[in-house]
């Protein structure tokens, strides 16, 4: 694939194209909510109106779009060297279950503030190693990280079942499968008297060292040219394969501290669902903004909306939530398949 | 560099926007959100009780609501508030997962007007104690579980005595075996669930001294590839009467019909899926109960009631809510007269499935001598009666 | 019934949706096109199948529109790939997510449906034969098309005409083009062939297995036929050796547990994946050289900024 330099339009024909394939694709969708017996423009309203100014709601987004930010970005960076990390799912996981380790182990011991810490760094290691390896046997066995990754999403999610439905199940519980709750100071703090948490500032705090980093350092700036072309960077004198794993492992801490928010954030708990499907649309989140971390979270947020606007849908039009799914995979099909026509890769 | 500079200002605007949407709702429900606190509910005033005077009621569902399960009966009971309550509003949604998001779906209820809240399944419990702790003035109400902290004064759980109908159900099970192997699909080791089960092995083997109970657990309250094949080992080991506690029960029920084998219906009457291997079974009729519950919290007077505890209702109190289904054709008189007395010996103050001493599978004894009440029985349900086979997962 | 016996007949019975659909990921990976959106194409294909099979009462119609589903579905998969150069672990996720909405849209009404659905049948002679006879012959007749489609792909690939294109345009598709082949039609087809194969998975999973529509009820099986494919380094017959392996972990859980012993599934349950990395692991280098040249390429692609 050639990679072009991005012409300064570029990413205003970016967001151009986010627009057009938005509008094409809830024109599209609507014709399907007629075929439903819904008006489309009612349910529009009522799905724009509710969920972009709805407090309930906005809060909602935001909590559910940090974990999927700091996997979008865990996608972002490995892309930057060329490498594709399909993994967040499963590093998702490992950081809540590193985190739920140490908080378990710890057991209320030490200070709250210092387990909260070592949870985060629990986690951020877990993630790490659990990409790390994928980029490893890359290089020490030729097989495709994207292959890994994607057998590591299984593996992890398994490995949380394993642990939540005997070893690690609260016995005081309820019976499901599921860890006990964290405790008070084993939670991250909540802005004001909102649902949202301070995993969020992780996610933009993140966002904005990843755009730094891309831009201004010489390991930024190394990742690239080894995600240009591998075999003039090995000619250049770079270390291509430290270069390759600590890109990969990076990406994998954040999404291991997105799992981590989400666990220490929102659920408090880990029960089987736990961020089901986030990695996948944080893939998807990093494709549709091109890996530039500002617009990866971005995209983020817009896919996280979208989704959201599902509890619309269903309460407002009758419509099943999940249907929503159509919307968000439409607006994804018209950026994918309408913007520039590129080299089939 | 202007690119950047460019998405970046999207992003920033989208979260002022974010913000000053937040701010502006806060400001305009602060009336609601911060002051209620305990001063709004203390003033005993008609109509400021938790979901006094509300315009809508919220019913979240697990699964899909026509699951010939627990979610298309508790569907039916939130139309049938819809019936007595024609001024209400009813919203429902279903296939909410038993994590944050349903936090998020009941915030969205709550944010459309909605004071009344049911979630009704076993695993809604904790986003319903954090919602009910974020809206004093909603009643949030959930179906099943058991708050095992003090119960807040806008809270509460209700189910019915399930074991009940399940012990009759075992009764006719127990006869109609000529394997006296009977089979358990069941989702998780929960204690209702685990009483289900002991009290169907106890209602076999009153009328059935050899009777077994074999059990096999799915993790999933509807996961029907896992149902197909709990079916099938169930009937490989001998077993010809299968009985269920999963959600959505046409799958299993189908497999026996076709295997040529008995079924016990739970949840709803699934009768015309089996009309040859369909024995009895037990269904909910929630109309009556959720009717009340909104009657009350509508009247104000949520806080105090019966059902801001845990609140569980049997034949004892004339009231279950779970109720017998229709008998199937290998059922004969004698046996359902039978089972008619025993309704009766089991709604009287002195009988129970549970009635002690029971023995549990390590033979030690798992209810003493008497007659336990209805918390006892869920909490005492740890482990599985002599006469089950197989084994609880830990914890 | 023994319980190797019992394990065995589960793994067929409930590798087989998991076979249809990693066969047509063969196919489709063999002409250079991952499609992760397998899991879309077999939602589809099981409903499809479910409703069709329901309003006219032919199972077998009702088979065919699953297939057909499953084909549509792949055929954007194909689109955006081939017609567009889209990424195609990207457009397979957007297809997976289009699959689930489209069928939870249209899938409630027929949650309470009832569909005829395929029954076990019993191949006399065949079903006498000691173990085997149990395992194999007393299936339902969609397993039995999938013994058939095994040695056709087989030969499909490996031995006919088509397949050679088919191979060549995932391996060396510069090839096919200075021989004056084009090679879009021929990865539109291996693709929605796929899609199709992956539909009839589905069908299988609702006609016969579960015998009930439910949203989202391939819970993950389009992910596992993508697994088998690369376990079976896309040859069929590995492929139904994979498939089954994953259907007995399936099946291994309840037969413990119906014999009283407590078992923790999700142990047995990632042993699959496990051994799908040790086996990629071990054959590594040798492997890798195996991978047709055009899926490489979406491996190794750099991706666009």
């Known amino acids: ?345 | 560099m202007r690119s950047r500079w460019l998405s970046l200002a999207a992003i920033t605007s989208l979260a002022l926007v974010a913000a000053a949407c937040g701010d502006d709702s806060k400001s305009s429900s602060a009336s609601s959100a911060t002051t209620s606190g305990g001063s709004t509910v203390a003033t005993g005033a008609p109509g400021s009780g938790p979901g006094a005077g509300s315009k809508k009621v919220g019913f979240l569902f697990v699964g899909p609501k026509d699951d010939y399960g627990y979610n298309q009966a508790a569907y039916q009971g939130s139309q049938e508030v819809k019936k007595k309550f024609p001024n209400l509003e009813i919203l429902t949604a279903e296939n909410v997962p038993e994590d944050d998001n349903a936090t998020r779906v009941m915030e969205k209820m709550i944010a459309d007007g909605a004071k009344i809240i049911f979630a009704t399944s076993y695993g809604h419990l904790d986003p319903a104690l954090k919602v009910a702790a974020a809206h004093p003035d909603v009643a949030v109400v959930q179906q099943g579980n058991f708050i095992k902290d003090k119960v807040p004064a806008n809270s509460g759980t209700y189910f019915g005595t399930v074991y009940e109908p399940v012990y009759l159900a075992g009764i006719a099970a127990g006869k109609a075996t000529k394997s006296n192997k009977l089979g358990y699909v069941y989702a998780f080791p929960i204690p209702q669930t685990i009483a289900n089960i002991n009290a169907f092995q106890l209602g076999a083997a009153s009328v059935n001294p050899n009777v077994q109970t074999f059990v096999v657990n799915t993790s999933n309250w509807c996961d029907v590839a896992k149902q197909a094949e709990a079916a099938k080992s169930l009937f490989a080991q001998g077993v010809d009467v299968i009985t269920q506690h999963q959600d959505c029960t046409a799958t299993i029920t189908k497999a026996a019909e076709e295997a040529g084998k008995m079924v016990v219906g739970y949840h709803a009457d699934a009768s015309s899926l089996a009309p040859k291997g369909w024995v009895a079974g037990s269904e909910w009729s929630w109309g009556e109960m959720y009717s009340d519950i909104v009657a009350t919290a509508l009247s104000g007077k949520f806080t105090g009631s019966k059902y801001n505890a845990n609140y569980r209702v049997g034949y004892q109190d004339g009231g279950n809510p779970f109720v017998q289904s229709k008998f199937g054709p290998m059922v004969d008189d004698a046996t359902k007269k039978l089972i008619e007395e025993q309704k009766k010996v089991i709604s009287s103050k002195d009988g129970s499935p549970f009635k002690g001493p029971i023995m549990g599978q390590d033979g030690k004894e798992l209810f003493p001598a008497g007659v336990p009440d209805y918390l006892t029985t869920e909490a005492k349900n740890t482990a599985f009666v002599k006469g089950v086979v197989g084994q609880i997962p830990k914890g | 019934m023994n319980m190797l016996t019992e394990v065995l007949t589960g793994g067929v019975r409930g590798g087989t949706s998991i076979l249809y659909a990693s066969l047509g990921e063969t196919v489709s990976e063999r002409a250079g096109v991952v499609n992760l959106g397998t899991e879309g194409s077999m939602l589809a294909g099981a409903l499809a199948g479910y409703a069709v099979a329901a309003e006219t009462g032919q199972p077998w119609l009702g088979v065919a529109a699953g297939a057909v589903a499953g084909g549509l579905l792949a055929a954007v998969h194909a689109y955006l790939v081939i017609g567009r150069g889209a990424n195609q672990l990207a457009t397979g996720l957007v297809v997976l997510f289009l699959g689930l909405g489209l069928t939870s849209l249209f899938g409630v009404s027929y949650v309470q449906a009832l569909a005829p659905s395929f029954r076990p049948v019993e191949i006399p002679g065949l079903h006498a034969v000691p173990l085997l006879g149990d395992v194999l012959f007393g299936q339902d007749a969609l397993v039995y098309l999938s013994y058939v489609l095994v040695p056709v792909s087989w030969w499909v690939i490996f031995r006919s005409r088509w397949g050679v294109l088919l191979r060549a345009a995932g391996e060396r598709s510069e090839v096919l083009v200075t021989h004056g082949h084009r090679v879009a039609p021929i990865q539109y087809t291996a693709v929605i062939v796929g899609g199709m194969l992956a539909g009839l998975g589905g069908a299988h999973l609702s006609l016969a297995y579960a015998k009930a529509w439910f949203e989202n009820m391939a819970v993950g099986r389009g992910f596992v036929a993508v697994a088998v494919v690369m376990f079976a380094a896309r040859h069929p017959v590995k492929v139904a050796g994979g498939a089954y392996l994953f259907g007995a972990a399936l099946a291994l859980s309840p037969a413990l547990q119906a014999r009283g012993y407590a078992i923790n599934q999700f142990a047995l349950d990632a042993v699959p994946y496990v051994v799908t990395l040790v086996v990629l692991i071990v054959l590594g280098r040798r492997r890798a050289s195996d991978v047709p040249e055009g899926l490489n390429k979406v491996f190794e692609t750099t991706p666009g900024r």
Not at chain 1, 145 to 154: A, D, F, P, Q
Not at chain 1, 186 to 214: M, Q
């Open chain 1, 1 to 345: 694939m050639t990679a072009a330099r991005p012409a300064p339009s570029d990413s205003i024909s970016g967001i151009a194209r986010i627009v057009v394939a938005l509008a094409g694709a809830l024109a599209l969708f609507g014709v399907l909510m007629i075929l439903k017996g819904t008006n489309p423009l009612v349910a529009y309203a009522d799905m724009i109106t509710s969920t972009l100014t709805d407090e309930a709601s906005v809060e909602g987004i935001l909590v559910r779009a940090t974990p999927i930010a700091l996997a979008a970005l865990a996608v972002s960076i490995p892309a930057r060297a060329g490498l594709i990390n399909v993994g967040g799912e499963g590093q998702l996981i490992v950081g809540g279950v590193a985190a739920m380790g140490v908080a378990l182990a710890l057991d209320g011991s030490g200070p709250g503030w210092l387990r909260l810490v070592l949870m985060g760094v629990a986690a951020a290691a877990a993630g790490a190693a659990w990409s790390a390896l994928a980029a490893v046997l890359r290089l020490a066995v030729g097989i495709s990280e994207s292959v890994t990754t994607l057998l590591l999403n299984y593996i992890a999610l398994d490995l949380m079942y394993f642990l939540i439905y005997d070893v690690w199940k609260d016995r005081q519980g309820s019976g499901q499968p599921a860890t006990r709750a964290l405790t008070g100071s084993e939670r991250l703090g909540l802005l004001g008297d909102t649902r949202v948490h301070l995993g969020l500032l992780l996610a933009v705090v993140a966002t904005v060292v990843v755009a730094v980093v891309f831009r201004r350092t010489t390991w930024g700036f190394r990742l690239r040219v080894v995600g240009g072309n591998t075999e003039a960077a090995r000619r250049a004198g770079l270390r291509v394969g430290a270069l390759l794993v600590s890109g990969m492992a990076v990406g994998g801490a954040l999404a291991g501290l997105g799992g981590y928010a989400q666990l220490a954030g929102a659920e408090y708990k880990l029960r089987s669902g736990f961020v089901a499907g986030y990695g996948y649309v944080a893939f998807l989140a990093s494709w549709l903004a091109r890996h530039r971390p500002v617009g990866v979270s971005g995209a983020a947020v817009l896919l996280t909306a979208i989704a959201i606007g599902g509890d619309s849908l269903q309460l407002d039009a009758g419509l099943p939530a999940a249907s929503v799914n159509v919307l968000m995979a439409l607006v994804l099909l018209g950026v994918f398949g309408f913007s520039k026509k590129r080299a089939a890769s």
